[in-house]
């Protein structure tokens, strides 16, 4: 299915430019590399590329998050590169094809949707592609995920972990341990929209979903991530809270609070609920990406998150009143460390790095100290805007390794009007090699012409630029979150 101009879409930010509606299902193989694809990237780059079937029947600032799921894959194998992209088949996308029109009205908020779309599961499944136990899962936290054939991309229903998943949530930031390999996980307003209720669950290494607990937040909070260490389970809460009698207002499921406490739950991760303890963090705080968690030798946990001073999103801002530009949030990468052990529940926080988002460790380094990580920033010696796009405007255009042992970070800047989005990082079977980066580049050349590339690069030497480039045959949304699957 494609539409070279779709028509209808509001003249707005969510779909003018980069975000311009593109609509299209293809396959393509055969792509234009430039460069030599190194032997270890050998496997597929899953994408969530999110992409609205039909223009909105409301106006809705958070509407760019409630965009119709696209699973994209980019498959590498024998030095030559494919690449498809295709609809998640969600019960919502499904509907509004046969009804030729969009039925669902604000952003996570059933009660402005069309009368039609009542008792219809309103999940878009469009923000995170999981690979576990040969499962391909896409998933949105604002309900259960959703499984694709990880081939022909064909969705393959709804998914519960057969039955097994009591929570009607399920969280896009999974957590899977390397020595394990199994998949840590959440859902919030797990008991119904707008709950305070948090099901923490766990799936053993053969997708046996094979504990599942509920627990009581301190209130109703977006909770887009989370974290594990080798004995702990870490649940963040900031104060972008929902409320039903607000969303039954027709207002905005989403506002944030710059005078409510921030807390971090801390349990043993095989433990129960009941041991639980909350500690007290910052006031009016926010986070989306956490780079890690690690316990120390003091038993000290550790946890680096991408933090600000208020919500990221500039539409939650604007339904919270909070005239805060986004340049005044006071973006770092923030370390809050706790002792589970100790008689208090304060917080110390220490900042190890730069404003930025879409942090990336090596996945054997998942809840153990890390050495170093990726993550994406702005380049402070840019002297235009950035290219506008996603859910926050502004697209990123510097790649950054950080190194916590001391060495100097490195950096990979963009020219003007080029972007990076989220990367991936792939292994290397290379002895002492950092593995690589797989991160797909938007460049403009105009208002509304773009062309798109998916760049390798070195991971342990950013400066050298991308060892190879694959030329992408058609326009792209910005993406979401990846995942690599060797």
């Not at 609509?23 to 792509?31: C, G, I, N, S, T």
């Not at 950035?386 to 020219?415: C, E």
């Amino acid at each position: 299915m494609a539409d070279a101009n779709p028509g209808g879409f509001p003249h707005e930010p969510n779909y003018i430019g980069l975000n311009t509606p593109q609509r299209a299902e293809y396959a393509v193989d055969d792509l234009v590399v430039t460069g030599t694809i190194p032997d270890d990237v050998a496997g597929t780059f899953f994408r969530a590329v999110p992409d609205p079937a039909f223009p909105p029947y409301v106006s809705d600032a958070g509407a760019i998050l409630s965009a119709d799921g696209m699973i994209s894959a980019i498959r590498f194998a024998g030095g030559k590169v494919s690449t498809a992209i295709r609809y998640v088949g969600t019960a919502r996308h499904l509907a509004e094809q046969a009804a030729g029109r969009a039925l669902f009205g604000k952003y996570r908020n059933p009660f402005t949707d069309r009368p039609e779309a009542k008792s219809i599961d309103r999940t878009v499944a469009n923000t995170t592609p999981v690979w576990h136990a040969g499962h391909l899962l896409m998933t949105k936290e604002d309900g259960r995920p959703y499984r694709v054939d990880p081939v022909t991309l064909e969705t393959l229903g709804q998914y519960d972990f057969d039955g097994a998943l009591r929570s009607e949530t399920m969280t896009a930031h999974v957590r899977i341990d390397p020595e394990t390999g199994e998949l840590f996980a959440f859902g919030y307003e797990a008991a119904g929209l707008a709950s305070t209720t948090i099901s923490y669950f766990i799936v053993d290494r053969t997708g046996k979903l094979v504990r599942e607990q509920w627990f009581e937040a301190p209130y109703c909070a977006m909770m887009h991530d989370f974290a594990i260490t080798r004995n702990y389970a870490l649940f963040p809460i900031y104060p972008t809270t929902a409320d039903l009698d607000r969303l039954k207002a027709g207002g905005d499921h989403w506002v944030h609070h710059q005078d409510l406490d921030s807390w971090l739950g801390v349990m043993p991760r095989y433990g129960d609920v009941s041991d639980m303890r909350w500690f007290r963090g910052p006031r009016g705080v926010s986070c989306y990406h956490m780079m890690n968690a690690f316990e120390d030798e003091a038993g000290r946990i550790h946890f680096d998150q991408c933090l600000s001073d208020s919500n990221a999103f500039p539409f939650i801002r604007e339904a919270s009143g909070i005239a805060m530009a986004q340049g005044d949030l006071n973006g770092r990468l923030a370390r809050w460390t706790v002792d589970p052990k100790g008689p208090g529940d304060t917080i110390s926080e220490t900042v190890i790095g730069p404003p930025g988002d879409f942090p990336v460790i090596p996945a054997d380094r998942q809840g153990r100290q890390q050495s170093h990580g990726w993550m994406l920033t702005m380049n402070p010696e840019r002297r235009a805007p950035p290219v506008s796009g996603g859910p926050v405007g502004a697209m990123f255009d510097m790649l950054l390794r950080l190194d916590f042992t001391g060495a100097p970070p490195q950096a990979l800047a963009l020219p003007m009007g080029s972007c990076f989005n989220e990367p991936v990082h792939v292994p290397s079977k290379r002895p002492g090699h950092q593995g690589w980066l797989l991160s797909v580049v938007d460049h403009q050349a105009g208002p509304d012409s773009f062309a798109h590339e998916c760049w390798i690069i070195d991971a342990g030497d950013l400066a050298a630029g991308p060892v190879a480039r694959v030329a992408m045959p058609h326009r792209l949304r910005p993406q979401v979150h990846g995942w690599w699957a060797a």
